[in-house]
């Protein structure tokens, strides 16, 4: 039995789910919950695909068209909450982030990795959200201009067990991601 009052193990092993997340479409991780604010100050939450995750560069990433809401919002406030539970470890996972998007030559190297048949992903006319005449009033080519990967560059995490007792962690990137336990 590991340490229960290890911080560090603690924080690997939630770097160890956002990196199952990536690799395993099965995953509870491969779909987190991604909350950003609109211009009129109201909380937006959509599910997204994690397409990346690094515990070394505290970055995860998502890939979006440009023309959704989400985009209209992160380009006025740059700031993501993303929310991930994994009902068998029983953990779940909060992350803050400044979000960077990346369009243009950036991302070149992300759209060849993107398979064709998910390519229509990037690109639907009109543009999502916009109001159609009839329930299938659209179309999904696929746009490598619409292509846009949201780089999340994490500030802040809240680790909550739910084990025997309780545990719960915050880590942040002012403290090095030391972390510290608080109350659950
Ligand atoms: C299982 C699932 C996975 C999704 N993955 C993504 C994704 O990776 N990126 C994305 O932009 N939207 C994804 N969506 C669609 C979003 O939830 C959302 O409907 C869409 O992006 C428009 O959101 P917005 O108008 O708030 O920007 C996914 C939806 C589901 C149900």
Redesign the pocket.
């Not at 998502?62 to 068209?65: E, I």
């Given at each position: 039995m590991s340490d229960p009052n290890d911080l560090r193990a603690f924080l690997k092993e939630a770097w160890q789910h956002l990196g199952r997340g990536v690799t395993d479409s099965r995953s509870p991780a491969r779909?987190p919950t991604f909350a950003?604010t609109d211009s009129n100050g109201t909380p937006?939450a959509?599910?997204?695909?994690l397409?990346g995750a690094s515990q070394s560069g505290a970055t995860v990433e998502?890939?979006?068209?440009t023309q959704?809401?989400?985009?209209a919002?992160l380009r006025q406030t740059p700031l993501a909450a993303l929310h991930i539970w994994l009902p068998k470890a029983d953990l779940q996972i909060r992350l803050t982030a400044e979000v960077e998007i990346l369009t243009g030559d950036a991302v070149e190297d992300a759209w060849a990795k993107v398979p064709e048949g998910s390519r229509v992903?990037y690109g639907t006319e009109p543009a999502?959200?916009t109001p159609i005449d009839h329930v299938y009033a659209y179309e999904k080519p696929s746009k490598r201009s619409r292509f846009a990967v949201l780089v999340c560059h994490l500030t802040h995490m809240d680790l909550v067990h739910l084990g025997e007792r309780h545990r719960r962690a915050v880590f942040t990137k002012d403290d090095g991601w030391q972390g510290s336990w608080v109350a659950p």
């Open positions: 779909y950003t937006q959509r599910t997204v695909a397409r998502v890939h979006t068209d959704t809401d989400k985009i919002s992903s999502p959200g």
